[in-house]
């Protein structure tokens, strides 16, 4: 259901931990994600947290999925010091290419403590379904 796009996006991910760096809107970096079938619904869960949801831009062209957000410095007063910055800020992306069995007309979006879930429908013309015979083949017996 679901197509990697860049076979390379694990390791840059891995050197931006390694290097500390975070993302900006024109090389953001990637964001974790989980991507399952439940039922009839094909559900992809991206870990967001700290993201407040009007920094969440959430689009989609034909097939291609595009998630991006921000997580944005929390304003401190003058008189804080800060001792460690751990938590990445920035800009975080990711680009799915989703399959032509997916109804991307419908799809839902829920954001509930850092998670964004996306809930795509399978398309109809890809659910199973019985074929009919129809009509009655004539039996003829030939004599020769």
Known sequence: MLMRTDPFRELDRLTQQLMGTSGTWSR??????????????YVIALDLPGVSTDAIDIDVERNMLTVKAER???TKADTVQMELSERPLGVFSRQLMLADTLDTE????????GVLTLRIPIAERAKPR??????ESAHKQISG
């Open 28 to 41: 953001p970096s990637p964001m974790p994600m989980d991507a399952y079938r439940e039922g009839e619904e």
């Open 106 to 113: 419908h799809i839902k979006a829920d954001y509930d403590a």
């Open 72 to 74: 944005r410095p929390v």
């Open 130 to 135: 019985k074929i009919s015979i129809g009509g």
